[in-house]
């Protein structure tokens, strides 16, 4: 099987919404009507064209998705690009498809300029941490919320 990595497209809001309240619930989170469609909007729309999405496709059926934002940053020239939102279907996991969506994230990073990609996760999402051990550098950063 063969997962083709794409941008997000009107046709696939259920698609993706249903990946994403996974992903939301992984995280014992939840949105509002309006924040699911308004994201969707920013992720089509020209106007925002630093909030940006792409799904995994596996046998024409959504398996995965990523979020990521290009911003401006106090220490660089260039923006950087916050890979804020990663999951894949849980019967997916173990087959690549993490790895392929930060890897396209970091492609759309690269051909737009922009020479680092971040993310935040969980303590305790021990099994995406050992991808993210094997393709990027832990920080010694703490994230503090208001």
């Known amino acids: ?29 939840r949105v509002s009507e309006e924040v699911y469609d308004t994201t969707f909007s920013r992720l089509l ?28 940053h106090n220490w660089r020239i260039e923006n950087v690009c916050y890979l804020q939102d990663l999951y894949a279907d849980p019967e997916e996991r173990g087959k690549g498809i993490g790895r392929k969506l930060i890897e396209a994230v970091y492609e759309a990073a690269d ?16 099994e995406a941490r050992k991808l993210y051990d094997r393709i990027a550098t832990l920080t ?6 208001r």
């Open 111 to 126: 051909t737009s300029g922009c020479p680092s990609v971040y993310w935040l996760t969980q303590d305790f999402n021990t």
């Open 45 to 72: 729309s020209d106007d925002h064209p630093a909030q940006q999405g792409f799904l995994a496709v596996t046998e024409g059926r959504p398996v995965g998705l990523v979020h990521y934002i290009f911003h401006p």
């Open 140 to 145: 010694p950063f703490i994230k503090y919320n």
């Open 1 to 29: 099987m063969s997962t083709v990595i794409r941008p997000i497209v009107e046709a696939d809001k259920s698609e993706w919404r249903r990946l994403w309240t996974a992903y939301l619930e992984f995280y014992e989170s």
